[in-house]
């Protein structure tokens, strides 16, 4: 069995990733030896717990992230990654609210890997509610707009 040298300036530097990211965890791995990085959940509940005294103002609130993932139109991201809305900076956007988009058409791009990869409509209709932002990064799984 070889001898692990922990690197403390190599974690460091993946803590800092993960706060300019906001990713939740990040591994790196070099033949045997793999270095882990995770963010504890207990870090984005502390927010939370503040406003709890303004329960009847907060519920509604968290429940409408809920009801955008459940919509029968909502585009989820297939991967973690940047979102970008237009072809380069500068350039119109794919899409905006309102737009009329046929099923194929590219919505967006998400930047995963130092790979653009282009998210295109599941099916045709209106562009009602864009819920990623520009230049954010999202996770798997995320709503990033609606279509109805």
């Known amino acids: ?3 692990f040298n922990i690197d403390n300036d190599a974690i460091r530097q993946l803590a800092e990733l993960l706060d300019d990211t906001n990713l939740t965890e990040i591994e790196v791995a070099a033949g045997d030896n793999r270095i882990r990085v995770a963010r504890q959940g207990t870090m984005v509940a502390a927010p939370a717990t503040a406003p709890v005294a303004a329960a009847p103002v907060a519920a509604p609130a968290a429940a409408a992230p809920a009801d955008v993932g459940a919509h029968p139109g909502s585009v989820k991201s297939p991967m973690v990654g940047v979102v970008y809305f237009a072809p380069e900076p500068g350039a119109a956007p794919f899409i905006s609210v309102g737009s009329t988009v046929t099923e194929g058409q590219t919505l ?13 409509a599941p099916k045709a209709g209106k562009v009602t509610q864009i819920v990623a932002t520009d230049g954010h990064p999202v996770e798997y799984d995320e709503t990033l707009i609606i279509i109805e």
Request: without cysteine; positive net charge.
């Open 108 to 120: 967006m791009l998400i930047e995963a890997m130092k790979t653009f990869n282009p998210i295109r």
């Open 1 to 3: 069995m070889s001898k």
